[in-house]
């Protein structure tokens, strides 16, 4: 495929290295150092995409990150990518672009029919028309609408490509390398300073790639070549072409997206992206300024683009425009037709509306406007009014030159806005928007290459002197210091549509006609058209969108103001912004000693907070998890069981105020505890509801350790460490987590002092250890702990051993108690263990529950004062009013419960303020015979025998329950303490 | 933002816990009144500007109170809470 616009010699593209891609099926041909659109553009390709709503064909309006109309779709299956902007994507060997939104192809596509109904469908049309009737919105005219209008389309397929997240530190930020930013990093980085250059671009330069003004005697691309070399070299200096600074943040912290493989053919083997969070403790923005077009007639055929982009093609990758019209209201329009004549491009007319153009020029100057365009699927003619009347001539391209809107997105980001200048015809930054932030070149309005090497010096060495460090000699090179005269001008009178958004569709007559329906606010008026909504956030079209409004409405421009600039300043994927948070990333697992164990036995892991704990461990034969949760608890009850209980936290507290401590935080004395003793615990928060429960085993005089629930364990460490340092600083207590360093593994049933003994080197380190009782030992050689505590209501120890030394114990555990009957079991059963017994987990203490709701009460020491006391006693913490927790079993055993179920009076209606309570944990008893639940019944204590009814409106559950006790079994508690 | 720990120096906000307003910082006795009580644990200030709240450095389990500006976001201050209320 020839490049048939391809001026010979001209460009920064690398001749000696072709680059095939295709473009909807079809193949060509571009080089090393095309973006798409300019490779696009080299083969005559014009027409890149189809508009918004109208269906319009669309071409490259620009040559950077601002561009509304040329969006592509790249890559397949789940890195399939929409809305790539044409003049980002760097060209690679096999590159496959497809247009998008067009059916059946983007040279006919169907929907441009909406383009003839245009009168119907401006600003505000689909919320006057599709309001009747209501139903249909959700089901007819949403997708209909969605279907029509609208950008890329999603692959629907996981992305699983790779993205990175960075972290960088330096002294000072530049944003952007054009002639300011350059010379703020070179004064700054001869300084000393840590300095990094991020660069939107894949080549540093900025505007002097793509115009070259001369600096110091040099082509300003040469010049920047070498101040580039300088930087290199310097160790303080990092580059960071393609990547994008999207935010500013709090503090000196930037957003920014590094394209890293993006324009690398697949499989690359780097990620795709990077998302970087950039800490600077000063920052230069040096963005430059983006030109805007001017709203006329048929403004937005492909062919149109702006007057800066058109030199770019030019100058930069050697793109021939073929015959150009370029309209313009500014000086540096008329720089631009300069330019371009000296390069050989032809410009046919220029067309300036100020009074005093001077029309000496080498090209045919009118005074004068565009009116209008036509061709169908590019400009074929170019219609403008001036003195003679109005001419018609035929050309390839329309350039327009509006004007340029100084680049400072970023300095708006934390909630600042920009001042109006009035001289410039646009908006400006104010000192001191973010802190620490400084702009400076075009994007502080200063648009001659002189005052913008002047302004990159001037900010590198205010921010020296802020950072104390020495300023070097920086001496400034000389360059064009042109005038810059603008008349505004926002849009042209005549009839036809003149587009302001290209990317939305949006044109000046939605803007007036927000206006007149009354959104005259610019935010009101956004909304309204959504003006600015697309993926380039308006970025060419704001300002003059506003100036229109502000011409509707007769408040001029400044009192209008801007809409709110936000972070991103251009689109970032997700995958990027999310990078490293996905699976482990987002949710690290944490697995205890045993867990290859029970993999290795067959278990299904659950998790349990960041936990793995085995749910069940199935026997051949075994066809439901019920048969083996069923099996477990009844080997439990009859003969031993083992289970990993690792996970719980713990917490060793030491000290001679140990006790003390330990009193204000639980409800019960600990103070009294005797060494060798464990004692339960019930912790509240300081509004009276209960926060967590678990043992606190005293080991010594001033030293205990206390257990947490698994879930709550750093909640608890945070507590703990919080009522010390707030409220007792000075006592003499310490406290550390323990959790990972000890693995502790229970045995319980009848048989349970079997199993201790077979791993217990001697058997009467714990012959007589009462229930609630601890005792050092030495297990299978090791120094552990044996504490004689009981989850399930059997005879239960609970051995602790160093954490290396856990699977160990564990593989031992189970190998004897499989020669005792018995075996290991998962939390399934061990559910089931506590419901039979009543024991309560975070079911039940679910943040809601009070001590006297949960029964416990009386374990609130009258001798002390104690975390959550004096709130628990408050009117309605406690009383008949209150749902309390109740033992629940269906009269019909077989008939199964449901957590989360509501309960009702026998015969009342299922509505909420009929509810007596819920259900929270259910189980099937095989030692009873029965389901089992526990849940919250109002005054519940009281109503024990009565019959309530379950009813669980998601399942469809209705179930008739005895209440009773919340201990089903053995209430004297006579098998754990035997 | 960031948060300097005495413990650890200036630290990404990531590694902190927040917990609320320094006000949990005055626990009244446990026999006062129940307005005291509501003071405590409800009734709290939303105030624009300068703010001091308690934050949890995981890391090290330092609480700190942190004077911060909540229109602005600067950090003004960070000390430790303990000593503060014993």
Known sequence: MRQSNRIPGKGRIDRERPVRFSFDGRDYEGYQGDTLASALLANGVRLMGRSFKYHRPRGVMTAGSEEPNALVEVLEGGQHTPNVRATMQEVYPGLAVRSQNRWPSLAFDALSVNDRFSSFLSAGFYYKTFMWPRAWWEKVYEPLIRRAAGLGSLSGRHDDARYEKAWAHCDLLVIGSGPAGLMAALTAARAGADVILAEEDREMGGRLLADAPEIGGQKGDAWAAGVLAELGALPNVRLMPRTTVTGAYDDGTFGGLERVGLHLSAPADVPRECFWRIVARRAILAAGALERPIAHPDNDRPGVMMASALRAYAHR???????????????SALQTARALTSEGVRILAYVDPRPGIAVTEEFPVYRGEVVGTTGRLGVKTVRFRHKGGVSEIAAETLALAGGWNPTLHLACHTGAWPDWDASLSAFVPRPGMVPGLTVAGAAAGHFSTAACLEGGVAAARAVLSELELKIPETAVPQAEDGAYDIAPLWSVEASGRAWLDFANDVTTKDVALAAQEGFASVEHMKRYTAQGMAPDQ????????????????????PATGTTTFRPPFVPVSIAALGAGGRAKGFAPERRTTSDPASRRMGAPMIEAGMWFRPSY????????????????????????GVCDVSTLGKIDVQGSDAGRFLDF?????MSTLKPGRVRYGLMLRDDGHVM???????????????TTTTAAAGLVMRHLDFVHQAFCGDWDVRMMSVTEQWAQIVLTGPKARDLLNAVLQDPAEAKDLPFMGYAPGCILGVSGRVFRISFSGELGFELAVPARYGADLFDRLVTSARELGGGPYGMEALNVLRIEKGFITHAEIHGRVTAFDIGMDRMMSPKKDCIGKAASQRPGLRGPEREQLVGLQPLEPQEALTAGAHLYDRDAPARSEDGQGYVTSVGYSPTLGSWLGLGFLKNGRARHGQVVRLDDGLRGRKVLCRVCDPVFLDPEGGRMRG | MRITCPCCGTRDRREFTYYGSEDYLDRPAAEAPAQAWDDYLHNRENPAGETRDLWYHDPCGCWLKVTRNTVTHAIIACEPVAGAGA
């Open chain 1, 317 to 331: 990758w050697g793109v021939d425009p073929g015959r150009v019209v370029l309209f313009g209201n500014n000086d």
């Open chain 1, 692 to 706: 967590d429960d678990g043992t606190c085993a005293r080991l010594s005089d001033r030293h205990f350790l206390i």
């Open chain 1, 617 to 640: 461990f199935p026997r051949e034969g075994e066809a439901t998890w019920r048969e083996a949760c069923d099996r477990e608890v009844t080997m439990v009850r009859q003969a031993v």
């Open chain 1, 538 to 557: 308006g970025k060419s079209s704001n300002v003059a969108a506003l100036a229109i409004l502000a011409e509707a409405t007769g408040q001029g421009i």
């Open chain 1, 665 to 669: 935080v639980y409800t019960n004395m």
